[in-house]
């Protein structure tokens, strides 16, 4: 009997140690349960699109009659943006250009005159970025000039439009964070704040005007990074 034990603890040792095995408990080449995925790098050509809000105020000089000569201006904007990315490794240095097709409008009592209307129809910007990754998020800050173009009117009592365009040169600058979805895919929110300086509309029914629109814009966008 005593025999019959020492067999039967023998066979049993070995049949747990094969089944162990077959089940790779004891294997050191067993694959991991969780296995992390690295970001993607950011370095590369990108292009997406983009749509946000703006708010500000433009300035006429000399001001209108009956009217102060800063009003508030606001309106939507949306367009597209491409750019290049150098990764160095815990630094992200790009440049970036964007074209926005926009209504940052402004209206006003011009006395006599009837009334005026101003528009920030087209704007875009040719900047610099700076990032710094925290894994797949990246905040960052931007720098560069901006473009606009704008349309004045009058209108008068008799609903006869009288109007004129002009090209404005000035600068933006702002903050985003942008995040990677996969590593070609990633989305963006942005602020900039754009000065687009002074551009005299001449040919009105009041006279050469002045014009320095600002503004503000809160956008968010998407990039594809080839």
Do not use: C
């Not at 009117?153 to 000035?170: C, D, F, L, P, Y």
Request: hydrophobic letters at 40%; proline letters at 5%.
């Amino acid at each position: 009997m005593k025999r019959f034990g020492i067999v039967l603890s023998a066979v049993l040792a070995v049949t747990a140690s094969a089944q162990a095995a077959d089940l790779n408990w004891s294997s050191p080449a067993a694959s991991p349960i969780y296995s992390s995925t690295p970001a993607s790098g950011w370095s590369g050509f990108y292009a997406g699109i983009n749509g946000g809000y703006a708010w500000g105020n433009s300035t006429t000089n000399p001001a209108l009659p009956g009217s102060p000569a800063t009003v508030n201006n606001s309106g939507w904007t949306i367009g597209g943006q491409a750019g290049y990315n150098f990764d160095m490794g815990g630094f992200v240095l790009g440049a970036e250009a964007d074209l926005q097709w926009a209504n940052i409008a402004f209206s006003t009592p011009a006395g006599a005159a009837g009334n005026f209307d101003a528009v920030t129809d087209v704007f875009g910007t040719a900047r610099i970025r700076a990032g710094i990754p925290v894994g797949q998020v990246m905040p960052y800050a931007t720098i560069g000039g901006a473009y606009g173009h704008g349309t004045a009117k009058i209108t008068n009592n008799q609903n006869v439009v009288t109007s004129q365009t002009a090209n404005h040169m000035g600068w933006a600058a702002g903050v985003g964070l942008e995040a990677q979805a996969t590593p070609n895919l990633s989305f963006k929110a942005e602020y900039l704040y754009v000065d687009l300086g002074k551009q005299t509309y001449a040919g009105l029914p009041v006279g050469n005007l002045d014009i320095s629109p600002r503004f503000s814009v809160v956008r968010a966008g998407v990039n594809y990074k080839f």
